[in-house]
């Protein structure tokens, strides 16, 4: 069901299981000391949409928003919406990160973590073809003005259960091996 549209993009509404998790994660202890909140989870957990507001919480030493806050207030994303869209049937992690401001950030900033169809297919293609697939996926967070605060990259890491299984395997047996050669 359709509830709005956003920039030409079709949004859906939430379900039951992401708006519980949506308020869980705006109570959970972790999320909530960045100064972030989720505003929204889509239903097919394709989109999730977080705010920051300036405030004792987010305020920095020369008055702005802490670029940590900025860091951290979407750092779940983009893997908790890849771990819920694919079932749990690939192994999703980070790999690492980068932060680049653009201006200082006051009062209101947004963000939206989004994943197209097209990109969810080709992320599954490239893991079925290779065991694993990384890629860097960017998002902007945008003051009440519409401009450019800071740019958060993440590499993340798709892996098939197999592939990943495999891989720990191997360095286990490795280890093994390396302990009894010590």
Known sequence: MVQAINKGVTVQG?????????????????????????????????????????????????????????????????IVLLINIFKKKYVVWDKAAEIKFKKPGRGKLRTEVRYEDEEIKYIQQQAEEHGRYEFVKTVE?????????????????????????????????????SDQNS
């Open 14 to 78: 939430e379900s039951f299981k992401t708006w519980f998790f949506r308020h869980g994660m705006n109570l959970y202890p972790m999320f909530f000391c960045t100064g972030g909140k989720v505003l929204y989870i889509q239903k097919d957990w394709k989109c999730a949409r977080v705010q920051l507001k300036f405030g004792l919480r987010t305020r920095n030493y020369v008055g702005t928003i802490f670029g940590g806050s900025q860091f951290s207030a979407v750092d779940p994303f983009h």
């Open 141 to 177: 967070w945008i003051d009440e003005e519409g401009d450019v605060v800071s740019t958060v990259s993440k590499t993340i890491y798709v892996a098939t259960k197999e592939y990943f299984r495999q891989r720990q395997k191997e360095k286990s047996e490795r280890k093994s091996v």
